[in-house]
């Protein structure tokens, strides 16, 4: 008997049809469900090369051959079970023989992958971003600044992180709590210096869910309409004024790192079910036009919040407070010119109106964040 | 809403789609003309069983494609080989619908009063 594990699914209709799985010492496996023993899934499950696997991911070998075309015979029926492990017991048939095969002509995907960044969301079955960094010293051979580098990702990171948030505010409370956000926004760098222009391949830290859809998706079609018309700085600075918070504000310093460091940006994501990759770029020049318009609204990146809670702390001198949430402590300051502190009792319950605003630090590769109380009243 | 199959708190999601006017879907099935049958939900054909990875809101739901084609691939695997393809003619009324997984599978919770099988049509082998 041999333990499995299914790692993603491929192909969905009424339940998980076409499972990739490993084993516990990282051997790949697919495995495609046929009729259920009661009310347990029953996969017939194949161990395949990885090169094998990554055609058929592309959409360039049909499920059958995968199967039957193998350098082994054994192979294995399972049954799903309670915990993430499914038992699948070897058969002594030859697999040909196996009345329960995929026929032969389906293939995962309609048309082969019409880009890099596709055949790698494909290969990886998960979304992938591939960035291409137009630095000056890249011109001329494959090279880049370390700090550049380094300071365009962090970035870049900081603007999905901020887009996925505003993203995700805009869903239903009870849709928000369903989804598991940890990590969410997350993006490793899984190709740090492919071939070509500077170009470097990232992907979603988390795995797409078993319908194949990844939370990441959320925050890129968000960064998507900031990029959307970088070359029209009105139409960009309408589209900036929509997303006024931590959004705009992340987007802003990206333009001007791009300015400082005299940088344009390509970029381009997809899914593994995309036919074609979602595609955004930014001159140097272009970032400077945008950076130029931007500069003459202000608060642009400061975000409303409101807090309810009691009062813990509360310094009419200094003009600090510090709240207790729902969420959590917050703790705050008083904007010069702002509502006053005097009067208010500790452990009162009060809703405090805030902007938030972001500092970078160390370079603009953190960031801190501070609360300015504009308004208070009991709740 | 009364929906067809009891659906958890939720369900379907909020950013589900309300069906407004006529949508045309494909769903494979086993009989042609199709039986009410055709159309029960995972959870409905396996109350106990677990889903793994597949919230129940979507375990309650059926899969429909807006391409014929995908049904056309599916019927390729085991599971589905030899069904029929019924076109399903959804309208005001239908239910709720949304887009999971890949970008034409679709999730749909019938309402109960939404004759199904008044609105199938087998479509040609």
Request: glycine fraction near 8%.
């Amino acid at each position: 008997m041999k333990k499995i594990r299914p790692t993603s699914t491929l192909y969905y209709y009424d339940g998980p049809q076409v499972v990739e799985a490993r084993d516990a010492i990282g051997g790949h496996y697919v495995a495609v469900m046929v009729a259920p023993v009661g009310e347990q899934d029953r996969y017939v499950v194949a161990g395949v090369e990885p090169q094998r696997l990554q055609q058929f991911l592309a959409g360039e070998i049909d499920l059958r051959s995968l199967m039957l075309h193998r350098s082994e015979d054994e192979w294995f029926l399972a049954t799903t079970g309670a915990d993430d492990w499914w038992l699948a017991e070897p058969q002594s048939s030859p697999l040909s023989s196996f009345s329960q095969l995929p026929e032969e002509g389906f293939l995962l995907h309609d048309a082969p992958p019409s880009s890099e960044a596709l055949r790698e969301a494909r290969a990886r079955n998960n979304l992938v971003m591939e960035v291409a960094a137009e630095a000056r010293e890249s011109a001329g051979e494959h090279r880049i600044r370390v700090g550049t580098l380094a300071e365009l990702l962090t970035h870049l990171q900081v603007v999905v992180k901020h887009a996925y948030g505003a993203a995700l505010r805009t869903l239903p409370v009870d849709s928000r709590r369903m989804i598991d956000r940890s990590e969410a926004h997350l993006l490793d760098v899984v190709v740090p210096a492919a071939p070509g222009s500077f170009r470097i391949v990232l992907e979603a830290a988390t795995r797409p869910d078993l319908l194949g859809q990844s939370e990441l998706r959320r925050a890129l079609e968000r960064m998507d309409e900031l990029f959307l018309s970088a070359s029209d700085p009105q139409q960009t600075l309408a589209m900036v004024k929509a997303h006024r918070g931590h959004l705009a504000g992340a987007y802003q310093r990206l333009l001007r790192f791009l300015v400082d460091s005299k940088v344009g940006l390509r970029y381009a994501w997809a899914e593994p079910s995309f036919a074609e990759p979602r595609a955004r770029a930014i001159s140097e020049a272009d970032a400077g036009s945008l950076v130029d318009a931007l500069s003459g609204v202000s608060n642009l990146g400061a975000e409303p919040v409101e807090l309810v809670g009691a009062l813990k702390a509360a310094n009419v001198n200094s003009g600090t407070w510090r709240l207790a949430t729902e969420g959590g402590e917050r703790a705050g300051k008083l904007k010069p010119g702002g509502p006053s502190l005097a009067g208010l009792k500790l452990e009162g319950t009060y809703r405090f109106t805030c902007l938030e605003e972001i500092e970078e630090t160390h370079g603009g590769t953190r960031e801190q964040q501070t609360l300015y109380l504009m308004e208070h009243e009991p709740a | 809403m009364n929906y067809r199959e009891p659906l958890p708190d939720g369900c379907p999601p909020p950013e589900s789609d309300e069906v407004a006017g006529p949508l045309v879907v494909f769903r494979l099935v086993r009989s042609s003309p199709p039986s009410l049958d055709d159309f029960r939900s995972q959870r409905a054909e396996r109350p106990s069983a677990a889903f793994r990875g597949v919230s129940e809101c979507v375990a309650r739901g059926l899969s429909v494609y807006k391409r014929v084609t995908d049904c056309d691939k599916t019927r390729k695997l085991p599971q589905f080989q030899g069904r029929f393809i019924c076109q399903v003619y959804l309208e005001a009324g239908a239910g709720r619908i949304q887009q999971t997984g890949r970008p034409t599978h679709y999730t749909w919770w019938p309402l109960a009063a939404f004759e199904i099988l008044g609105h199938c049509e087998a479509v040609a082998p």
